[in-house]
């Protein structure tokens, strides 16, 4: 069995001013032919995957390995960008032939200049190098388009089903496993979807989604189910297929297919506008602080719409200038993205006291920079912080003191995913009054376990959040929250 494994992945903000290029994929995450290390990250897992199989099964597997790349989400990928690693990919694929399988790692919502539908796009000039009789396989981020034309080009693609994405590797060996039985003809996979008709944002760690998701895993173990993907869509990418969708893969099943697809998703559609946490302002949020109700360990205030994870900048500073204002000391900051202000804490260096200008450059909403004078703590080159068993890079970063704040400055735009970003500068989580961090729910496996409290932040910025208000161009259908009875409309 001749297998091929590669992934080309990036989240793309369509309203994000962070445009994604060459560079953006060589600073986050770049492994050439042979040279992926050993832990997988959330969107090359098919690679690692396939690397444990091959080792299982020596003399009946060839892997052959392409790229790997991720970009961290930002906003449109520059065209020439997009064609140079797509065709790259391409090129290795057509030297491999003959292949019986190709299992790639995608994200599901990468869009650049002139392509709505870039994983579509690979799919479709994949399947026309292997032809019609190979097995085509992908994971997706739940965060993603579905489209009719990745529906047609892949016999597989499976979502991870947690919101926190913990699942990414879990994912990859179940889509390697039926991809395997389907190049031995054991099965045939047949894909059925359906179109929810609604844009909203389900977080697996909390009800009705959690246990949604357990129901999900209970079906998959009743043939001819073989897999069951919820795809929750991603609102900030203005494409025609944005929103949540139901993917149910059986052994040649489609009626029953499409009929449990139908099912699973108008019950995700009763679950509109009541799938979120309780979600603060920010006088709300710091009113918090004084709660003396709150259990040992430190207040996690998740800014949840400065998440560089959803495209945005992660420079914002909204919150910190009302934690300045109010006086709050014992807080710990991780991360601001703010290349520059690194760098001039790199030519101060450890120790110094200066002043300087941080945050708030992306753009208008997300605050203005803090002028203040700090002491530049501590500096490290190339930091990490885990995820579910990867390592996500931060970059260069610099540690600045001032006001009873500690605040961590990184060049490479990443969430908050994990309390080990703060202990990569030196820095005891557990010994801050306060954590202000940025994500939207990834941060919640990592901190729920140190928090006396976790209170999501709705600052209000700089992510597209109201998809009532956001300005659409793309979208056509009709959905909800934009349609109150969006399938009640033609």
Known sequence: MRIFTASLATETNTFSPMYTDLQSFYQSFYAA???????????????????DYAALHPTEVTLIEGTCTWAEPGGLLNRAAYEQLRD?????????????????????????????????DLLQRVRLLVGPTAIV??????????????????????AFKEFPHLDFMQRAEELLQLAVRAVKGEIRPVMNSFDCRMIDVFPTSHEPMKSFVHKLMQLEQQ??????????????????????????????????????????????????GRTLPQFYTIPDALQHLHDQSVQAGPVVLADVWDNPGGGVAGDGTLILHELIRQQVSGVAVGTLWDPMAVR?????????DIELRFGGKSCASAG???????KVVRLKQNAQQEFAGSLVPMGDCALIRFD???????????????????????????????????????????????????????AGAPYPSNPVTNQYHKLQRPVWPRHPAPFDLT
């Open 223 to 272: 043939a001819p189910v073989l897999s069951v993907s919820v795809i929750h869509g991603f609102m900030a990418g203005d494409v025609p297929d944005m929103g949540a969708k139901l993917l149910v893969i059986t052994d040649n099943a489609p009626e029953l297919g499409a009929a449990l697809a139908q099912e699973l998703g108008l019950e995700l559609f009763s679950f509109r």
């Open 88 to 120: 790259e990919i391409l090129l290795q694929l057509q030297a491999a032939l003959p292949v019986d399988l190709v299992m790639l790692g995608l994200h599901g919502a990468m869009v650049a200049q002139g392509y709505d539908d870039c994983e579509g």
């Open 137 to 158: 396989a992908a994971t997706l981020d739940p965060h993603s388009h579905l489209t009719a034309l990745r529906q047609q080009q892949a016999d597989l693609l499976i």
């Open 404 to 458: 009873g704040i500690d605040l961590i400055l990184n060049s490479n735009r990443c969430q908050s995913f994990d309390p080990s970003l703060f202990r990569a500068l030196g820095l005891d989580p557990l010994s801050y009054r306060v954590l202000l961090i940025k994500s939207t729910n990834h941060f919640y496996q990592g901190f729920v376990g140190i928090a006396g409290k976790i209170i999501y932040v709705d």
């Open 368 to 374: 203005d920079p803090v002028d203040k004078r700090v």
């Open 344 to 352: 001039l804490c790199q030519a101060a260096g450890e120790g110094a």
């Open 33 to 51: 032919p042979g040279e992926h290390p050993a832990t997988p990250t959330l969107c090359s897992a098919p690679l690692v995957a396939c690397r």
